[in-house]
């Protein structure tokens, strides 16, 4: 058990860097298309580049019209800032004294129900203003294969409850 909460913290602060990592990006990039702050557009108007801030270095280059910059920009940053943050609680789960709590089971049960539910929806709205390539579709079945094997992790964690409850049992 010991060598599960060595990787799993070690992967919560992974993930946790990550989710930072896109949350600030969606933010910064949110300011700067709203503002107009740090975006330089480039090759007559079609790109622009979002610079890093207070310089004219380019930190992100993305098309520059509206559906590509919600739905195969923005909506991406904010969902797998949100992916990342979610999947930072659940590694949270397996270095916790106690294993089998309520708490623990509602992370597993957030982080399931997310990725069976939205990157679906959110990747069928997007195919109708920009294209969806193939591979995004693979990553929609990753993400439903990830949330189903967490759904079947949270319920094996409500019958340790409930065993625990019942006995008293720590792992």
Same mark, same amino acid.
């Given at each position: 058990?010991n060598?599960?909460?060595i990787?799993?913290?070690?992967?919560f602060?992974?993930? =946790?860097?990550?989710? =930072?990592g896109?949350?600030i990006?969606?933010?910064?990039?949110?300011?700067?298309?709203?503002t107009g702050?740090?975006?330089?557009?480039?090759?007559?108007?079609q790109?622009?580049?979002?610079?890093?801030p207070?310089?004219?270095?380019p930190f992100?280059n993305?098309e520059n019209n509206?559906?590509?910059?919600i739905?195969?920009f923005?909506?991406?940053?904010? =969902?797998?800032?949100?992916?990342?943050?979610?999947?930072?609680?659940?590694?949270?789960?397996?270095?916790?004294?106690?294993?089998?709590?309520?708490?623990?089971?509602?992370?597993?049960?957030?982080?399931?129900?997310?990725?069976i539910?939205?990157?679906?929806?959110?990747v069928?709205? =997007?195919?109708?203003f920009?294209?969806?390539?193939?591979i995004?579709?693979?990553l929609?079945?990753?993400?439903?294969?990830?949330?189903?094997?967490?759904?079947?992790l949270?319920?094996?964690?409500?019958q340790?409850?409930h065993?625990?409850?019942?006995?008293?049992?720590?792992i």
């Amino acid at each position: 058990m010991n060598q599960t909460k060595i990787i799993s913290s070690i992967l919560f602060y992974i993930c =946790a860097i990550l989710s =930072a990592g896109y949350l600030i990006t969606f933010g910064y990039s949110l300011f700067c298309l709203i503002t107009g702050f740090s975006v330089t557009p480039y090759k007559e108007g079609q790109f622009l580049h979002i610079n890093y801030p207070l310089t004219e270095q380019p930190f992100l280059n993305i098309e520059n019209n509206y559906p590509y910059m919600i739905f195969s920009f923005m909506s991406v940053l904010i =969902a797998y800032g949100i992916f990342f943050w979610l999947s930072a609680r659940v590694f949270k789960v397996f270095f916790q004294q106690k294993l089998f709590t309520e708490e623990n089971i509602m992370r597993l049960k957030t982080f399931y129900l997310y990725n069976i539910f939205i990157p679906f929806p959110l990747v069928m709205i =997007a195919s109708f203003f920009v294209e969806v390539e193939s591979i995004i579709w693979g990553l929609v079945f990753i993400h439903f294969m990830l949330g189903i094997f967490c759904l079947f992790l949270a319920n094996i964690f409500k019958q340790g409850l409930h065993l625990q409850n019942e006995q008293d049992l720590f792992i």
